[in-house]
DNA sequence: TTAGTTCTGGTCAATGTGACTTTAACTAAT
DNA sequence: ATTAGTTAAAGTCACATTGACCAGAACTAA
């Protein structure tokens, strides 16, 4: 079977098996610690079930569909494992090194996604899917180590810089939950007074009249993000 | 042939022919101007000899060998192209969509490069080959003005914050030049006063002994980069 | 010798940030 | 009902960074 492949340059055509191409996805979600009950970082991960790493733990994923993009593909495996719907998703990267399957070439095209702690306290659970704090995910089948670590590299640095700890939120949120989500994702205590004033004094944080009743000291004010999830290519133009 | 993949999830497997992958780099180089004589980001093209698209500009590319990592190749063509070793080099995205290809589901992963422009002005020009203006390069074939434009941006970004500018220039250079790099990516004019107090500044640059003579008029001093490329999971804990 | 240009170091006002203080608003315990 | 305890929210101050601008140094060309 020739292969057509023809892409951009003028090339010639190739007999041997290209290599294969899977989809897989780094799916963060904030949940209570155990312990300490404060918001801290979880992966799910889903134990292999044949060989090569038969009963390790890795990164959902499979192949890529013929009729998806890749970002629909990325958003299927995550509602396959986890039941749930990326309220973020962004391409991480395209890993294509030589040994990273001991049995065959494969480049996976990774994903990572964020989901809101209120659907992932519902998200499935079962003997081969299992949620982990994300820095202590042990050892993982193939390369997944490198790419859950480099994940965890891009979700800070977009975290630190972009506007997206929002999506880890609902609709309506208190400064404090926000300034959670930074601790808990770049492990480290905020100001509090610092933190509100940077984070009021962007354009994207609007102000409801509504304050969350309910708690034990004084209601905090109800904000509203109104800002666009970002400007990756398969984001691009989104009016 | 029974696919041996099940990454992570565990999936049924697939039949169909999977998607071809390719390799594209969008190579940027900065050349004097025409008529200013400033310099300004030039990146090359290779004309499409068959269909789709045959006779219209696109970025050099072509399959992935059995036996490359994705850097490699894209290594690769960039020598096949022009001739050239680049001195910066980066993955830019994955480009899966559907539709991007008329005959057949292409999936390309694309990478950036810088080249110096000492090299870049030996480097290979043909009937099939030719550099264009960043900023114009007409209608190209399949996605790829979109590509190039992408590629731009995250090249425009990677100079306000990272430090890159520097894989445009040899190993001594005056900051003079290093402004003239600033100004030709983004396009607007930066004072050298300001400029230089920012530059030197940070730790990577080094101030060396030398001044570049023979100019018109004050002789600058040369610096040299110390700085290490990047951080990609390709280039990781390079010592 | 002078005019023209770039290189280099400097000032100043405006802005942003981290550390900290103070007052407001609520609950829970006494 | 009063008070203690806690979080929300606003403000103060010292410090660093930035953009706009100025001035002297160092060279070439007329």
């Known amino acids: 079977m020739g292969i057509v492949y023809t892409s951009a340059a003028n090339v010639a055509e190739r007999r041997s098996a290209p290599p294969s191409l899977a989809i897989s996805t780094v799916i963060f979600a904030l949940r209570p610690s155990e312990k300490s009950g404060r918001p801290t970082l979880w992966i799910p991960l889903v134990r292999r ?20 993009s890749l970002q629909d593909a990325a958003s299927r495996n995550l509602q396959e494992t986890t039941g749930l719907a990326p309220s973020y998703l962004e391409q991480l990267y395209a890993f294509g090194g030589l040994h990273r399957s001991p049995s065959q070439r494969v480049v996976s095209i990774v994903y990572w996604a964020l989901v809101q702690p209120t659907e992932a306290a519902l998200a499935d659970e079962s003997e081969n899917v299992r949620w982990f704090r994300a820095d202590r995910v042990g050892d993982l089948a193939f390369d997944h180590n490198a790419i859950v670590d480099y994940a965890l590299w891009r979700l800070r640095n977009k975290l630190a810089y972009g506007s997206i700890a929002y999506h880890f939120l609902g609709e ?29 004094s962007t354009p994207e944080i609007e102000e409801t009249g509504e304050y969350l009743q309910g708690g034990k000291h004084r209601p905090p004010r109800l904000y509203r993000f109104t800002g666009r999830p970002g400007l990756d290519p398969d984001n691009r133009s989104t009016p």
């Open 49 to 68: 079930i044949r060989e090569p790493y038969k009963d390790l733990w890795a990164l959902p994923g499979g192949p890529l569909t013929h009729s998806e």
């Open 172 to 200: 309506y949120f208190t400064l404090a939950q926000v300034r959670e989500v930074y601790e808990a994702v770049l492990d480290r205590q905020l100001d509090p007074a610092n933190f509100r004033r940077q984070i009021t």
